[in-house]
């Protein structure tokens, strides 16, 4: 079993719609979490953060449920700039290496 | 202020060689880490620094890999004898350092490595 496993994807959406991407993680003693956002042939860069209580950035929400190891991101009012992979990571702290997911690719098509 | 600095971006070389990979950390952050993304793969982490210490080096693939970090700052990856599977985007990261808001990692652009 992967240690992060994303929807496989791809979401193929019109501008405007709203999207849901779920991740699972196997760690259960991981400590942060987070979603990037990666372009293509770019570096990933950070979506934001991901917290117990849930956490709301503009049009994009994040969820953690720590008792079924659970984290999503719904992308409302989708934008074609929006249209990139949407990575998943957990952060074993202890550690402090990043655990990626594979990926969820978006495109947003007009 | 300045980003993660990664160089070479693109760094092309024969089958057997020797390579040298460097990363610039943001000013001020302890820990560093090494990545790598191959086609179609997602990335998968190779090495932690805290400091010039490498608390993490489980994710180095063979002894071939090897990396330092001097002075807390910059890191070199260094990759002997050079295999066509070694071919990948290494991506470096830094952070603050411990502490949860402290752990966000910042990315640099990565080197584009191709193995001829």
């Known amino acids: 079993r992967k240690e992060v496993e994303q929807d496989p994807g791809p979401f193929n959406v019109p501008e405007g719609a709203t999207v849901a991407f779920n991740c699972t993680y196997s760690?259960?003693?991981?400590?942060?979490f987070f979603w990037y956002r990666q372009d293509c042939r770019k570096e990933p860069k950070l979506l934001m953060s991901?917290?117990?209580s849930g956490n709301e950035d503009g049009r994009f929400t994040a969820q953690l449920n720590r008792a079924s190891q659970y984290i999503s991101l719904l992308i409302r009012d989708s934008k074609l700039s929006d249209s990139a992979t949407y990575l998943c990571?957990?952060?074993?702290?202890?550690?402090?290496?990043?655990?990626f997911g594979q990926g969820t690719e978006l495109s947003v098509k007009p | 202020g300045a980003g993660v600095s990664q160089s070479p971006s693109n760094k092309v070389t024969e089958k057997g060689k020797d390579v040298e990979l460097r990363c610039d950390p943001i000013?001020?952050?302890?820990?560093l880490y090494w990545y790598r993304q191959s086609l179609g793969q997602g990335l998968e982490f190779l090495i932690y620094?805290?400091?010039?210490?490498?608390?993490?080096k489980s994710g180095l693939p063979s002894d071939r890999f090897s990396a330092e970090r001097t002075g807390g700052s910059v890191s070199t990856l260094t990759i002997q004898r050079t295999q066509q599977e070694d071919s990948a985007v290494y991506l470096c990261?830094?952070?603050?350092?411990?502490?949860?808001?402290?752990?966000?990692?910042?990315f640099g652009a990565g080197t584009r490595l191709s193995v001829l």
């Open positions: 990261a830094s952070s603050l350092g411990r502490g949860e808001a402290k752990n966000i990692q910042y």
């Open positions: 760690n259960s003693a991981s400590q942060s």
């Open positions: 991901v917290y117990s």
């Open positions: 990571v957990v952060n074993e702290s202890v550690r402090g290496k990043l655990i």
């Open positions: 000013s001020g952050h302890t820990a």
């Open positions: 620094f805290q400091g010039n210490s490498a608390p993490d």
